[in-house]
């Protein structure tokens, strides 16, 4: 029944997303993959980058992507997807999904239009979508949290603050994720200006479109590689149960995001696809916690779920992850 | 020179709050120890719980705080202070240096009452003070970041989250605790009704009386022993250059506490008894970061700082700590 | 065609083997999971227990294990898998893969005698065994480590240091698993007493019978909740390429086991069921690198890999896991 | 009586052993620092580098050392200690202390001979020197757990593995280094290799001449920022008693150095100048557990601790420090 699978070629895979991505698709049952290409490791095996692929996979990286697939991934630096889609020639007929942030606010690339690829959102579009642009890590988080409320336009000022892991920074040496810095530290950044602000308004808009929602949002550098946790307060007339319902209603067909009854912590999301969310309720505020793996649900896991979504195949082909939690 | 040494007890010498005001006054110029008590250590040696003092003290623990002394520090859970002073019987000179949170809005004990030690609002007072009400971690850095607002009545409505290290939750064995839960993990609690919500109150009144801010605060366990990290965001029409001269003019005299004009991080204060500050304005919004360690400025150092104060001993005297940073 | 599913209960769910066993089980293709059985949860949600099965596992943890099933993994404590077999009266058809150490060293209960449950060793015999004494973590890494030289009567002393997660010491709550204590801590516990040591010896001894091998191993307790890393020393005329060719052949069938040729880290394998393995040599001296996830090859993946086997499966079903690595 | 103040300057003082020695001496009863110079960071302030001194320290990093000194720390990489010292033109009576590895095997710069500086073997000899060459950080702990042995002549074969916090691989950023990499992570490095093997057979055959003691020493990278560990294993005819006695007498007269009667945790000294040791006696083999913090008894700590010496001051003056421990 597999029949045929499909075949993926990976931009930019030397990079953590990269890499995370060949660690979903080195296990997926409906793919094959055709080319890994990376300018720095051109020539070298996969296995010696990512090392934990030891004994998974004796791939090599090519420098070339001119080698058939059906979809490819985008790996690449933030401006990066841009110039190479510009410069590659992909047929038409190969989809594109991009784990950048150039094409999340309805940029094109020549004829290439693109879906914002957050399925508790646009699944119908994603099903019929070429060419995909993955969400932010942050940006998937928040907008989790919030979606429901502006579906019903109940959102007017809100407050968050987020904590990502270290690999939200990818692997650039600098120096706020040198280990020395960074363990047992916690520093806020890019104060109420952190870019993924513009896609969560744009998500936030498309459901409340009469009164634009305000976002406040503190990101913070956490002392942990991985996750996002998000806290975001909020007026609110509805009670906990109302706001409970109208969440798990949002939800009912989301295959990753869950609404929990007890108080979430990072780690239950930790190497899975998930996001949870967990809601209180104090005096007149209204309080919505979400968590994600900011390289799974926010980058590479669900830029997996995307391609399942896109090619017809099971949502979580592939993406039954064993989470890590202790 | 230094004449007479300050005789001091510690009484509830076991725990952290203990152990940390130990190591300050092992080290302190001016104090002599004179008992040590402890109920569930009495009789064993000190440095075989604070193992770090091996080689730094030979006390033992004393099952009695029936010893001379000149100020007692009381390290007790809370609700025990008030147990303890009721049945103990001190002589009326003895002054009381309590930790708890027992007698923070104005509780007394019998003759006893209390001054809220926190040294940036109430130096004067603490100077003439018999007794004192050591503040709340989280309250301590909470007030240091918005005092200087609620001084010129420009506190409206705040957003905070802060996040604490481990050992604010004490030395008690618990799920939360537990290190393969609390490592690489994020989680929020008492979302919005955190305890040290009174205390903060009671001191932003002090200052700004005519109307009530309302403090809407979300604090996180960290993945990290030390520190107490808060973000704090207001609106407010003040420029940052007029934030800023408010904030060094209401500090000048301030020896711990201290405004950056960099991006602070945790990291900066841990093992010492500073509270860092720094200031932000993005838009209608003013946004204070403040920092400090929840053993020392939001404990047992801001306790030895309230002794150093009330014997009219150097502000400082065995205060000036150095950073662990890395 | 995965015609019919193995149905598997699990005793002692609630723990830290228990969970990470059924993180397994729930996404193993050829696996019906009838009972889950705690005596401490019964009643109660698995996903509230084991909080990242949120969304992937709607059992209820049960007070009975009678309930028909192919094979039951033993989660119990050290001496209390005796107890259960003694009692439980379970069918002979029962297959048995017992976690704890009761009965690695040849102990029987009842007709129930117990193969060592390590693949790279006795991998026929597990395929037909019906009850299986699965390894313990340090043991599995030390032997991996040292089985190809002890087939060549090769060893004679050798000194090996170790470090282990804090999941290794299960979830109960202790001094030595506080987070304040074990954050950013070393610790050596049972010098070369380790419990382990004995199945280590039966190990080697099968292979190497005529002269007993020496093993003096340091363990110590690590900063970090999963995985085990161990060095080796000893003595030895082989060349690097005489060793690297020998270990290579020796675990030329294995499909978990690897020998890499650039040194290994810990969190290579986190969160797989791999064990890596570098050796060096200078001068005189072999050194042998070992690193396994304690939870997993040491624990839970071992024993879902001897299930596999036990019933003729792919031995790498459910066990295709993504590294956590960052 | 404290008369007159040393003038100490400082070369190389934006890296971490500059940091950590600055953070000694801006709090040392002693001494006046008379200037920090920095090729990297000349003309701008030393907070602004070492962040957590902000109210602590107002200087300015200078270019130049030609600034009157009694004694200069020099806290260069290695190499550039002795390039340093051809081309800076020091009055003959500005004393140096050393911190690099150029001049501990007995190496000279022009006239200047250099004492090997470990208090706990050549106190006499450092109260008399005019250069010292401070040991390393793995070879101060090796040494201080093998010295009482060396003094009986009784050390052959000895197998070491210490671990090592990633501040002894300094801030320059580096793969390893890097906080995704480095957290959760062990792995070993320069295995039987370590340049300090150099000096600690030095300082070992000082004592034990007749017969030169092997040293197999196994290096780990350790998932913290802060201390070394070591447990050495060797085989030994003393009674646990014995041993203990003969350490607690080779020790009796050292301020910082201290036999533990108990089992010792790396935080035990992290942040203090101590080196804590443990021993244990199993069968035929002696093992000995050390403990320091890296970049104080391994570096910085010391070099006070020299200076101390030197120049006849309290030999813990400024070296009293509050163990970070939780």
Request: some cysteine; hydrophobic content about 35%.
């Amino acid at each position: 029944m597999e029949s045929k699978k499909i075949k993926v070629g990976v931009v930019g895979g030397a990079g953590y997303t990269g890499g995370e991505t060949l660690r979903l698709l080195v296990n997926h049952p409906n793919v094959e993959i055709t080319f890994v290409q990376s300018r720095s490791q051109a020539g070298k095996k996969i296995s010696d980058t990512h090392r934990d692929l030891l004994g998974d996979c004796d791939l090599v990286f090519t420098s070339t992507h001119d080698i058939p697939a059906d979809v490819v991934f985008l790996c690449l630096g933030h401006g990066e997807s841009k110039v190479f889609l510009k410069d590659a020639n992909l047929t038409p007929a190969t989809k594109v999904i991009d784990l950048s942030q150039d094409f999340r606010l309805g940029e094109k690339s020549g004829d290439r239009s693109f879906v914002y690829g957050l399925p508790e959102l646009h699944k119908e579009k994603i099903k019929k979508a070429d060419n995909i642009a993955n969400p932010g890590c942050f940006a998937t988080a928040i907008e989790l949290g919030l979606l429901p409320l502006a579906q019903q336009s109940l959102l007017a000022e809100v407050y968050l603050t987020g904590v990502t892991g270290s690999t939200g920074a990818g692997q650039k040496l600098q120096e706020t994720s040198h280990f020395s810095w960074r363990t047992n530290n916690i520093s806020a950044y890019k104060t109420l200006t952190h870019q993924h602000l513009k896609e969560v308004k744009q998500s936030l808009n498309s459901l409340q479109s009469a009164t634009e929602p305000s976002i406040h949002f503190v990101p913070w550098r956490g002392d942990f590689s991985r996750g996002i946790y998000v806290s975001a307060v909020t007026k609110s007339s509805l009670t906990l149960a109302d706001a409970n319902t109208l969440y798990q209603n949002f939800y009912q067909d989301a295959l990753f995001t869950h609404v929990s009854d007890t108080m979430i912590d990072l780690k239950q999301v930790v190497n899975t696809n998930k996001c949870l969310i967990h809601i209180e309720k104090v005096d007149e505020h209204l309080v919505v916690h979400s968590a994600i793996d900011n390289l799974l649900k926010g980058a590479s896991g669900q830029a997996v779920q995307n391609m399942n979504l896109m090619f017809g195949l099971e949502e979580t082909a592939g993406l039954k992850l064993k989470a890590t939690v202790h």
